[in-house]
């Protein structure tokens, strides 16, 4: 009767060694994509794309002697161009996909088909992230010697957002009065993380899934056409815009449009659509990818 303990104790011992060795390639897989040319490379053009969107505030804020709070990212990222080059961005971070260098060989060998594909899913995510958390930052750190730091709008945003000041210091973005009227700076730059962070990992998976079952051309291709669609949106008759912006993932990271309407129609989707439909499309990738690497041969190449 005593037998069975032993055999608990020895799959006890070693699910603890697959949990170890799993925390172990996930810190690895992650410090491998995050400190790489590749991502300082994204990270350093977004930055400079910022500064470039930045300064007109910087001398506004200068001119009419107001600080300038720093929940500025929202704006940024829901005006048309500044999404497109940053989402530009996004695609080239993900496209080494499907992450099958040569040195990744180990690591299958190591954890198992099952548990490395959990951790690029993981990594994907850990990566979003990241990379919209970096950017909600640079905005702190660029306006370091204006920055009013407040947990509200400001008299400046307002100032720029209801007058002429947008024209006349040439703002290369706009200022919602209404998003601003409607959300809390934390609550508005905290629904940009986070739906920001999901749609950027629905098209790192979907490059992902796309890749193994295809090839790597056609998934950046179908990245580019995904984020090329938020022309479409914004182009299209306003009555039929909220129903085209349902299709159209990237979109709905200009969050400052949401519950806003235009000839009486929303320019948005509700954020509990959104959320539903990113955590709908991030499980069907998620589980093609691993249908897929449990069933494929793998096939190596060099680091590029």
Request: aromatic content about 14%.
């Amino acid at each position: 009767m005593a037998a069975p303990w032993p055999c608990r104790h020895m799959a006890a011992e070693k699910e603890d060694m697959s949990r170890m060795l799993y925390g172990r390639f996930f810190r690895q897989a992650l410090t491998e994509r995050v400190f790489c040319s590749r991502t300082y490379s994204v990270v350093f053009l977004q930055g400079v794309i910022q500064y470039l969107y930045m300064c007109p505030i910087v001398r506004a804020s200068k001119d009419m002697e107001c600080g300038a709070s720093p929940w500025v990212f929202p704006f940024l990222l829901s005006n048309l161009f500044f999404l497109l080059l940053f989402m530009v961005g996004i695609v080239y971070s993900f496209s080494d996909v499907p992450f099958m260098q040569n040195k990744n060989m180990y690591q299958v060998i190591r954890t198992g088909r099952m548990r490395w594909a959990a951790g690029q899913i993981s990594v994907i995510f850990a990566q979003a992230f990241l990379l919209m958390a970096v950017n909600a930052l640079f905005p702190m750190l660029l306006l370091a010697g204006s920055c009013e730091y407040t947990l509200e709008w400001g008299k400046l945003y307002h100032t720029l957002a209801l007058t002429g000041g947008s024209e006349a210091y040439r703002l290369l973005f706009a200022f919602s009065y209404e998003a601003m009227k409607r959300f809390l700076p934390l609550e508005l730059l905290g629904l940009t993380v986070l739906i920001g962070t999901l749609v950027i990992a629905l098209v790192g998976l979907l490059m992902f899934a796309v890749s193994l079952y295809i090839n790597r051309s056609v998934a950046v291709t179908l990245a580019f056409l995904m984020v090329v669609m938020i022309y479409l949106v914004e182009n299209i008759h306003p009555l039929l815009r909220r129903g085209t912006a349902m299709f159209v993932p990237v979109n709905w990271m200009r969050v400052t449009q949401i519950g806003i309407k235009m000839h009486d129609s929303f320019m948005q989707p509700s954020v509990v659509y959104m959320l539903a439909a990113l955590a709908v499309g991030i499980t069907v990738c998620a589980g093609l990818i691993c249908i897929k690497i449990k069933r494929m041969e793998f096939q190596w190449y060099k680091e590029e």
